[in-house]
């Protein structure tokens, strides 16, 4: 028998107790013997909760499950930074293997938690944390562990994902569809960590370290939101054969790593452009597999409850058969994370001009002085006396692209910068 404490009865806490219900049977198959769910930690024991559940189970003090001697296996689905990150190192200190979701505290404290698991001889899986139901840390670390990874590049949150699917179909402005998104549920009331990059820079932080066996510190990560997307780049965007993704890219160079959030033109025949709605999809580069993609909810109760409950079976098995076999990927390398000014990248601008001969040559000469050459240029609603003025670079180093639009905003006849878009996925 392999008893669990469970600490967190929200969403995924609930998914996966649900799961646990269902498919015990099959569960105690794959391990080899029963997998019980002994205690759960709650904030609210009185919370009313939409779930057949022995109260007797359900405790709102941690160390009935953190000190417990007939606990084996800690699943922490409390989310955020505290008190998680406290219970996973006790329970680890209490040599309690652990499965987590916390995306948040894996990319933080990542390598301090998998050193004390390493020391304790105890397992810690994490799967539930990047792109929800989708495989991919395991993948990762074993059915691609063969391969130096080259290049990963996911669209891993789903709010954003949905709320560029929305405003690309219905033609509607950011702030519309967020409200919409939130009234279904599929934004938070504080939508800020999904909105502005954060969440899936921690994923990215987290896949990054283990595809490149290194520490990433997620603060070395550019972080760029989906906030200042408009529907006119949108729509540009379409007539140029592109769609507008919240792209996380991890790109090992001879330089550095190369990691960063941010919106992206994507090519419409591009894998990743295909990824709608709350879905998520991760691209890896492998020097030997060559290309492979992931697509599936990257959110959600049974989703990301079928990854926590995957890795429940795998940690109880390893309990069950006194397996210590747990493959820690551990920073190995030493690399150094570029700064975005210093990656090459094509650009989207849109620029705002005074519709008067001469405009677009003066434009040309400061990117042209500046290294910045043009791919594409268009022109829209020529018959106004303040137009549009739309631009593609070839592959240009960001720092020289910035200095050409601080030059740019000192031309009379440039009323504003309005965009700048990287392009990804058809770098010359
Ligand atoms: N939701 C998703 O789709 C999703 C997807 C991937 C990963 N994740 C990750 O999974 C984790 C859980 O997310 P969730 O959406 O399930 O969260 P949630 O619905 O807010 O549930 C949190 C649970 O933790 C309990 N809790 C909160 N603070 C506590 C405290 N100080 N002490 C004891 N218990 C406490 C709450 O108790 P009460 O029930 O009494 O309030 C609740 O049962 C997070 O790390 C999240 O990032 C979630």
């Known amino acids: 028998l392999i008893n669990i404490g469970l600490l967190g009865l929200g969403t995924v806490g609930s998914g996966v107790y649900k799961i646990m219900k269902k498919n015990h049977e099959n569960i105690k198959a794959k391990v080899g013997t029963k997998v019980e769910i002994k205690k759960i930690l709650v904030r609210d024991k009185k919370k009313k909760r939409n779930l057949d559940i022995n109260n007797k189970l359900i405790t709102e003090d941690p160390a009935e499950i953190i000190n417990n001697q007939e606990i084996d296996l800690i699943v922490e689905l409390i989310g955020g930074e505290n008190p998680a990150h406290k219970y996973i190192i006790e329970a680890l ?17 990542g390598n301090e938690i998998l050193n004390l698991a390493e020391k304790n001889g105890v397992q810690i899986s994490y799967e539930g944390s990047v792109a929800g139901g989708i495989p991919i840390v395991r993948p990762l670390k074993e059915s691609l562990a063969a391969n130096r990874i080259k290049e990963i590049t996911g669209i891993l949150n789903g709010t954003t994902n949905y709320i560029l699917t929305k405003m690309t179909e219905e033609k509607k402005e950011f702030a519309d569809v967020l409200e919409t998104a939130q009234n279904k549920g599929y ?10 990059g954060l969440d899936a820079a921690y994923k990215i932080c987290i896949l990054s370290s283990l595809a490149f066996e ?4 997620v603060k070395s990560i550019y972080v760029e939101g989906i906030r200042n997307i408009s529907r006119e780049d949108i729509e540009i965007a379409d007539e140029l054969g592109y769609v507008i993704k919240l792209i996380a890219i991890g790109k090992q160079g001879k330089d550095g790593l190369d990691i960063r959030v941010h919106p992206s ?6 894998p990743l452009a295909l990824v709608n709605n709350v879905y998520n999809a991760v691209y890896i580069h492998g020097d030997a597999v060559g290309d492979v993609m992931s697509h599936g909810k ?8 079928s990854a926590v409950v995957a890795d429940i079976i795998q940690a109880a098995r390893n309990i069950n058969y006194k397996n210590g076999n747990n493959y820690f990927v551990s920073a190995r390398q030493d690399y150094k994370i570029k700064n975005i000014v210093e990656v090459k990248n094509k650009f989207y601008l849109r620029i705002k001009v005074n519709d008067k001969p001469g405009v677009m040559a003066n434009l040309a000469k400061v990117l042209g002085d500046n290294k910045v050459s043009l791919a594409s240029v268009l022109q829209k609603n020529r018959l106004k006396p303040v137009v549009p003025l739309v631009l593609v670079t070839h592959p240009v180093k960001e720092k020289y692209l910035n200095k050409s ?21 058809d770098n010359e």
């Open 405 to 425: 639009l601080e030059e740019l905003k000192s031309l009379e006849d440039v009323i504003e910068i309005s965009s700048k878009i990287r392009v990804e996925g």
């Open 187 to 196: 934004a938070e009331s504080d939508p800020s960590s999904d909105i502005d």
């Open 265 to 270: 033109f994507v090519p419409k025949n591009h």
């Open 93 to 109: 200190k209490n040599k309690k293997s652990v499965v987590t979701a916390n995306k948040l505290v894996i990319a933080k404290y």
């Open 298 to 305: 990257g959110a959600g109760q049974m989703p990301t409850g």
């Open 214 to 217: 290194t520490l990433i510190d």
